[in-house]
């Protein structure tokens, strides 16, 4: 028995086999997803793992003298036997409401992504279980504050949390007295030294370097926070608290990595490379191979040219290991960088965005940084000329080593564009549908070409199983994109046609299993 469980379902509770990525699809319609592949993309999470989201607020809460348990999805029914008073569940997007899966979802059909759907199914499950077991379940994480426009679920819980997990610890205590909860409840402001540690490991090595962002792009919700580099004597705590837990890799949550230590938006050198190297002294002493840099940005790319290179000069980044983070390049319109983002350049002209880009692509190429442009489509006021403009960028950058993102606008809750409305399927026009193509087909190539090769390499798995596994789930995904990408072309002049066709299909067990055994076939008699 214990005061309070904690858990998130099976798109988060996983480690996406090593490869981060797939989380992308769970942004999919549930319909296009069957059970079979998510097994597959999102299996079970091992050797008492959790995301680092819910190891900081088990630790905040244990701090705070309550006994904590975090529980996988698929372990639901052990609540019976814990008996807590509270169960708390981590969620980063119940509704269907952030960029990723508000675009694919739209694209395709509508309906519910994956996510929102595992999110349902742990929720209902949990919802039944109190009938008989009486706990209080609160909702929290990035995607809480969707329940902020659209009431859906609401039923099915007592409160959400708005803001973050550490400032609403009155709420755990009113619910573990058993007291009336409010539905809707507002986390206080939390400072730096609030944050407790974690005590258990994080699922892919996870430890946060950075909180908020200095560039204050209006559409953007990390911007909310107050811009704050974490000391780095906490953060190789937390690296060394998953390394003596067995990870094998480091993942380093920052909204620009580059900018650790930085007052604003210049790149200091000599505390960033003081943090890798500590980290890299870890790395050694473990007998770690691999460190994951989330985000950076274009403007401290260029800027700190000097730092990309020693790092990777340091962690052996490679064509064999190359890093690959997400950069915001959102737009190629310098007007609409003015508009809405002009931080993002800084300390560089946004006249000459397009070219900065350029130029910073080219730089994290050079030390084997191969990223993840993200870019969005229907900014409010967005012209057909800005539309051309980030064609013709794309078209500069195909033949570097880059992944294109292409998001729909959506107006996130608390930004200065809230109010604005959702970018729809509706409203794309020819330049538009124009530039979805060109990204979508430069990224399948640069998946083939860059990622499964890194990442689903059979040449070194340490075993006959782990072979077996490794060309499996290459194979699956190779099948995949090819299903994709000829899909992509069938309606490559023809966005409402690729609506209406994915719309219509609710993709089955059957259906996967049957498509792969041909494959499968074709594949046998080419070899033979």
Same mark, same amino acid.
């Given at each position: 028995?214990?005061?309070?469980?904690?858990?998130?379902?099976?798109?988060?509770?996983?480690?996406?086999?090593?490869?981060?990525?797939?989380?992308?699809?769970?942004?999919?319609?549930?319909?296009?997803?069957?059970?079979?592949?998510?097994?597959?993309?999102?299996?079970?999470?091992?050797?008492?793992?959790?995301?680092?989201?819910?190891?900081?607020?088990?630790?905040?809460?244990?701090?705070?003298?309550?006994?904590?348990?975090?529980?996988?999805?698929?372990?639901?029914?052990?609540?019976?036997?814990?008996?807590?008073?509270?169960?708390?569940?981590?969620?980063?997007?119940?509704?269907?409401?952030?960029?990723?899966?508000?675009?694919?979802?739209?694209?395709?059909?509508?309906?519910?992504?994956?996510?929102?759907?595992?999110?349902?199914?742990?929720?209902?499950?949990?919802?039944?279980?109190?009938?008989?077991?009486?706990?209080?379940?609160?909702?929290?994480?990035?995607?809480?504050?969707?329940?902020?426009?659209?009431?859906?679920?609401?039923?099915?819980?007592?409160?959400?949390?708005?803001?973050?997990?550490?400032?609403?610890?009155?709420?755990?205590?009113?619910?573990?007295?058993?007291?009336?909860?409010?539905?809707?409840?507002?986390?206080?402001?939390?400072?730096?030294?609030?944050?407790?540690?974690?005590?258990?490991?994080?699922?892919?090595?996870?430890?946060?370097?950075?909180?908020?962002?200095?560039?204050?792009?209006?559409?953007?919700?990390?911007?909310?926070?107050?811009?704050?580099?974490?000391?780095?004597?906490?953060?190789?705590?937390?690296?060394?608290?998953?390394?003596?837990?067995?990870?094998?890799?480091?993942?380093?949550?920052?909204?620009?990595?580059?900018?650790?230590?930085?007052?604003?938006?210049?790149?200091?050198?000599?505390?960033?490379?003081?943090?890798?190297?500590?980290?890299?002294?870890?790395?050694?002493?473990?007998?770690?191979?691999?460190?994951?840099?989330?985000?950076?940005?274009?403007?401290?790319?260029?800027?700190?040219?000097?730092?990309?290179?020693?790092?990777?000069?340091?962690?052996?980044?490679?064509?064999?290991?190359?890093?690959?983070?997400?950069?915001?390049?959102?737009?190629?319109?310098?007007?609409?960088?003015?508009?809405?983002?002009?931080?993002?350049?800084?300390?560089?002209?946004?006249?000459?965005?397009?070219?900065?880009?350029?130029?910073?692509?080219?730089?994290?190429?050079?030390?084997?940084?191969?990223?993840?442009? !993200?870019?969005? $489509? %229907? *900014?409010?006021?967005?012209?057909?000329?800005?539309? +051309?403009?980030?064609? &013709?960028? =794309?078209?500069? /950058?195909?033949?570097?080593?880059?992944?294109?993102?292409?998001?729909?606008?959506?107006?996130?809750?608390?930004?200065?564009?809230?109010?604005?409305?959702?970018?729809?399927?509706?409203?794309?026009?020819?330049?538009?549908?124009?530039?979805?193509?060109?990204?979508?087909?430069?990224?399948?190539?640069?998946?083939?070409?860059?990622?499964?090769?890194?990442?689903?390499?059979?040449?070194?798995?340490?075993?006959?199983?782990?072979?077996?596994?490794?060309?499996?789930?290459?194979?699956?995904?190779?099948?995949?994109?090819?299903?994709?990408?000829?899909?992509?072309?069938?309606?490559? !002049?023809?966005? $409402? %046609? *690729?609506?209406?066709?994915?719309?219509?299909?609710? +993709?089955?067990?059957? &259906?996967? =299993?049957?498509? /792969?055994?041909?494959?499968?076939?074709?594949?046998?008699?080419?070899?033979?």
């Amino acid at each position: 028995m214990c005061d309070i469980v904690l858990t998130a379902d099976r798109t988060l509770m996983t480690e996406y086999r090593g490869a981060s990525i797939l989380g992308n699809v769970g942004c999919f319609p549930q319909r296009l997803i069957p059970s079979m592949m998510r097994k597959i993309i999102f299996p079970r999470i091992v050797n008492n793992r959790a995301t680092y989201a819910l190891r900081k607020v088990e630790a905040k809460l244990i701090d705070e003298g309550f006994s904590v348990q975090i529980i996988p999805p698929q372990e639901i029914s052990k609540i019976k036997k814990i008996k807590p008073k509270v169960v708390g569940i981590s969620t980063v997007d119940p509704l269907t409401r952030k960029p990723q899966s508000w675009t694919l979802t739209t694209l395709l059909g509508g309906g519910s992504s994956v996510i929102e759907h595992e999110f349902c199914h742990v929720l209902s499950l949990l919802h039944t279980l109190r009938r008989k077991n009486r706990f209080s379940i609160i909702v929290g994480g990035p995607g809480a504050n969707e329940f902020e426009t659209e009431k859906k679920y609401i039923d099915y819980f007592d409160s959400y949390v708005i803001g973050q997990a550490e400032g609403a610890v009155e709420l755990f205590h009113q619910a573990v007295q058993q007291k009336h909860l409010p539905k809707r409840y507002i986390s206080r402001p939390v400072n730096a030294d609030e944050y407790s540690l974690i005590m258990g490991p994080a699922r892919l090595g996870h430890v946060q370097v950075t909180i908020g962002c200095p560039r204050k792009c209006q559409f953007c919700a990390p911007c909310l926070n107050p811009w704050i580099s974490i000391p780095k004597k906490r953060i190789l705590h937390e690296v060394e608290t998953n390394l003596t837990h067995g990870l094998k890799q480091i993942s380093l949550i920052s909204d620009d990595l580059l900018l650790y230590g930085a007052m604003e938006t210049k790149v200091n050198h000599r505390q960033l490379i003081g943090l890798i190297s500590s980290i890299y002294q870890l790395m050694k002493k473990y007998d770690v191979e691999w460190l994951n840099i989330t985000d950076v940005s274009i403007a401290a790319a260029i800027n700190g040219k000097k730092s990309i290179k020693q790092i990777s000069d340091l962690l052996g980044f490679s064509k064999q290991k190359p890093a690959d983070p997400i950069v915001g390049m959102e737009t190629a319109s310098s007007n609409l960088i003015k508009k809405y983002m002009i931080g993002k350049t800084d300390p560089y002209d946004p006249d000459h965005w397009s070219s900065l880009v350029k130029q910073g692509v080219d730089i994290l190429n050079d030390y084997y940084w191969y990223p993840f442009l !993200n870019l969005i $489509i %229907g *900014l409010p006021g967005e012209t057909e000329n800005d539309v +051309i403009q980030t064609i &013709d960028l =794309i078209d500069d /950058l195909k033949q570097n080593k880059v992944y294109f993102s292409p998001f729909f606008f959506v107006p996130m809750q608390g930004t200065d564009l809230e109010g604005k409305d959702f970018f729809s399927s509706e409203e794309l026009n020819q330049r538009r549908w124009e530039l979805l193509y060109s990204c979508w087909k430069h990224t399948i190539r640069s998946t083939r070409n860059l990622f499964l090769p890194v990442y689903f390499n059979v040449n070194q798995a340490s075993n006959v199983s782990k072979h077996l596994k490794t060309r499996t789930a290459r194979f699956l995904l190779e099948k995949l994109l090819d299903e994709i990408e000829k899909e992509i072309k069938k309606y490559r !002049n023809d966005p $409402i %046609g *690729l609506q209406k066709s994915f719309g219509a299909l609710n +993709i089955k067990n059957r &259906d996967v =299993i049957k498509l /792969l055994t041909g494959r499968m076939m074709t594949s046998m008699i080419k070899d033979s």
